[in-house]
């Protein structure tokens, strides 16, 4: 029987998630072994792949690219996992959605600074994604199939929720977590 | 498994940073950049709450270092205060912070650059990876587990959890030091040390290798930015600033922290998220240094324990004056896990770190201030300012990844220039573009208050602007 393929994503997070599934320690070996980790931080892949079983995604939907790579992820991904506060509710990067995005940008990049590089008094925009109007939650742009909240999500929780995706059963949280925790 | 899965069509897959690199009309490298591309707006959307949830809001800038976030936040806040911590709630914050050295160094080199030295620059890209690692040295792969979970298990012990952590507070922290916390800490330093030890052996040993790398990986004159006491003793939770230029000669010395802005400017590109910080005095063009461990043994004159000083001495031998090859960021950074560990030990064998007082309590007595640390990949700032109700009213936050954002783009032309060969990119070439970036262990999550890290796009654009070859990674 062929591995399952996972793929593990950052999106608009500080990756203290990604940070909590390193923390499984040795069981990361263990893991490790049992999957093909075909997209990740910790790999070298070019592209998200097709046929992906699994996604754990960290982070919220912040800019444009975040949205793009988000949409062609659940096209590509059988079970999809948003994983931590920022994906499941927005948690932290969605503290700017009072402001506006010229605000946020204003007082980066003009209030804040000393100097301007080539054609000074601009703002990044060349080479750069636009962010979008708020800071959004997974489900609010795709479907998701596995909420896992926490920031971060424990260790011990995650290194459950993927051994009952390896074997084939949804994970059942109810006496694992809850919001808050 | 899936019955059916749609694949949409296929459009470029773009990372979170991404690097261009120009060619002039004879086919040479002439320009590159490095591209961060996303942002995330903590400098204005802290405004407005109270600065006590600071040290909490701001460890979410990331996961990798939250421990030093905090810090520095919960030293702006004490300014703000007014107020010095507790003797045991400073040792306290201090074991954190050494702590979290130990698990950011084991996971910059063990999870993320080990499979360059282990499985080769030229590698297959499919096995050169942790997993691949763990295939085909499992020892040192579980050496780097286990190194990082100790780090990351004082952190839990002291902090509460791993990652993010709530005990840092203004004023010191909230717990004091249990015996049996105390003795568990200290249990575990030798066998991390050993682990430590053992890895600067076989890096040691494997530089011969890496000529080619060290002599292109970001391998240029600049200035050096870092935290010393004592006068000239290697610091990493406080102390003053020092400047130095190439040639290892002290520029400024004794900069209260406080001071920064006199010395720092951010510059703003168009073509980037990330900020470039640049040393005053002498102009965004000319202004170029560098921090983390590197810079840090550039400006220091000794460390304060026995092992990490006889492997600093050696480190300083490498050149005359000052280090230069980023590639030597990560020789800097294993001596400095050992420096982390022999200082927690002394730390926790101090009788003073049992005192209960660990938390000083006051009011706003100041409208300002400024918290500055050493993070893992350099120098970090926080800078508030709040109203009379203790409401943010502004934040500046100049983060380590910063300061060597110009450090890094000239790094990655020298790697350019060097390996790139008409117009296309080779995996070797694209590899070792990527692990120079690698070796200033660059987090771009802080660094724009953003970001994924080992996404890229790497574009090689042609005189009149076409895009000739381009890699997603």
């Known amino acids: 029987m062929s591995k399952m393929k996972i793929a593990t994503v950052w999106l608009d997070g500080c990756s203290g998630c990604h940070m909590s599934m390193f923390d499984m320690d040795e069981k990361l070996i263990d893991i490790l072994e049992k999957v093909d980790l075909v997209y990740s931080p910790l790999v070298d892949a070019k592209e998200f792949p097709e046929g992906v079983d699994v996604t754990v995604i960290e982070g919220g939907v912040g800019s444009e690219e975040d ?32 402001f506006s995005v010229d605000d946020l940008i204003k007082r980066s990049y003009i209030e804040n600074v000393s100097a301007h590089g080539d054609g000074g008094g601009n703002v990044p925009g060349d080479a750069v994604p636009r962010l979008l109007p708020v800071e959004r939650p997974l489900h609010e742009v795709v479907r998701v199939d596995v909420f896992i909240p926490g920031c971060p999500p424990r260790p011990g929780l995650t290194y459950f929720m993927l051994k009952e995706l390896l074997e084939g059963r949804m994970p059942d949280l109810k006496e694992k977590t809850r919001f808050g925790l | 498994m899936p019955d059916k899965i749609v694949i949409s069509p296929v459009t470029r897959v773009e990372g979170h940073s991404k690097i261009t ?52 936040s919960a030293k702006a806040c004490d300014a703000i205060w007014g107020v010095k911590v507790p003797y045991a709630g400073d040792l306290l914050r201090r074991v954190m912070h050494l ?36 295939r085909k040295y499992p020892d040192i792969a579980r050496d780097g587990i286990s190194l990082r979970s100790y780090g990351q298990q004082v ?32 249990a575990g330093i030798p ?15 494997s530089i011969e290798e890496h000529r080619e790398e060290i002599r292109t990986f970001g391998n240029f004159p600049t200035l050096f930015l870092g935290h010393v006491r ?14 130095i230029d190439a040639s290892g000669k002290i520029i400024h010395d004794d900069i209260e922290p406080q001071h920064y802005e006199r010395w720092i400017g951010e510059m703003v590109d168009t073509e980037s998220y990330l900020k470039s910080p640049y040393f005053k005095p002498l102009g965004h063009a000319e202004g170029i240094y560098r921090v983390g461990p590197l810079a840090r043994f550039n400006v220091a004159d000794r460390c304060s324990t026995a092992t990490a000083n006889r492997e600093f001495v050696e480190f300083k031998a490498l050149e005359r004056g000052a280090v230069h090859s980023s590639f030597f960021y990560h020789y800097a950074r294993l001596i400095e896990i050992i420096y982390a560990l022999e200082r927690m030990e002394q730390l926790l064998n101090d009788p003073g770190i049992m005192n209960s007082h660990v938390r000083a309590f006051a009011s706003p007595n100041n409208t300002e201030g400024i918290g500055v640390s050493e993070a893992p990949r350099g120098t970090l700032i926080h800078h508030y300012k709040v109203d009379e109700n203790g409401l943010i009213t502004w934040v500046d936050l100049i983060i380590a990844t910063g300061h060597n954002n110009l450090a ?23 590899n070792r573009i990527e692990a120079v970036i690698r070796a200033f262990d660059p987090c771009l999550s802080c660094s724009t208050h953003a970001v994924g890290a080992s996404n890229y796009l790497i574009q090689l654009i042609g005189p009149d602007g076409e895009v000739l070859h381009s890699v997603n990674r």
């Not at chain 2, 590159?32 to 405004?47: P, V």
């Not at chain 2, 066998?191 to 040993?205: D, H």
């Open chain 1, 67 to 98: 949205k793009h790579m988000l949409e062609l992820i659940r096209a590509r991904t059988h079970m999809l996992v948003s994983y931590g506060d920022c994906a499941v509710t927005g948690n932290v990067p969605s503290l700017r959605n009072r």
């Open chain 2, 21 to 72: 690199i120009q060619l002039g009309s004879d086919g040479t490298v002439v320009d590159a950049h490095l591209h961060i591309t996303q942002f995330r707006g903590f400098e204005k959307f802290c405004e407005g709450r109270p600065y006590y949830e600071m040290p909490y809001i701001v460890a979410r800038i990331c996961g990798i270092c939250p421990v030093s976030h905090s810090l520095a």
């Open chain 2, 99 to 134: 702590a979290q050295f130990v698990q950011s160094h084991a996971l910059s080199f063990f999870h993320l650059s080990s499979p360059d030295f282990l499985m080769g620059m030229d590698a297959d890209p499919a096995e050169r990876n942790l997993a691949g690692v763990i």
């Open chain 2, 155 to 186: 952190i839990e012990r002291l902090g509460g959890k791993r990652v993010h952590p709530s005990e840092i507070v203004p004023g010191g922290v909230i717990s004091p030091l249990s015996e049996e916390d105390r003795e568990w800490v200290l």
């Open chain 2, 191 to 205: 066998p991390a040390l050993q682990i430590a030890e053992r890895t600067l052996g076989w890096f040691k040993q």
């Open chain 2, 230 to 243: 004592d006068r000239g003793s290697l610091a990493l939770y406080d102390g003053l600033l020092r400047f």
């Open chain 2, 408 to 430: 890094m783009n000239r790094g990655v032309l020298q790697v350019a220039k060097h390996f790139i060969r008409g117009d296309k990119i080779e995996e070797g070439a694209l």
